[in-house]
Nanobody, 113 residues
């Protein structure tokens, strides 16, 4: 089973940028959809962005125009570029591939001054 490992989280000031990366232990080409989810403290896990094998993208309304998702099937990586970050973007961000389901362990993003 393909393992997913996220990196790039950290502390950033409001208005700042971060780039999250998800590295797979094997090929991500088998996954039709690669996604980023996030879970804030005390809240449910929500879809942030999704990209299909063909490159079609979907974003949560709250991040449209600020976040970009990309996938590199040759390098087996998926990235989430986040700009103009807001305190409400603070959460644990997890990489997901499907089908079948594969999850990373998550990386914490904290947006605070």
């Amino acid at each position: 089973q393909v393992q997913l490992v996220e990196s790039g989280g950290g502390l950033v000031q409001p208005g700042g940028s971060l780039r999250l990366s998800c590295a797979a232990s094997g090929s991500i080409s088998s996954f039709y959809a690669m996604s980023w989810y996030r879970q804030a403290p005390g809240k449910q896990r929500d879809l942030v962005a999704l990209i299909t094998r063909e490159g079609t993208t979907t974003f949560a309304d709250s991040v449209k125009g600020r976040f970009t998702i990309s996938r590199d099937n040759a390098k087996n990586t998926v990235s989430l570029q986040m700009k103009n970050l807001k305190p409400e973007d603070t959460a644990v961000y997890s990489c997901h591939g499907a089908p079948p389901d594969a999850w990373g362990q998550g990386t914490l993003v904290t947006v605070s001054s």
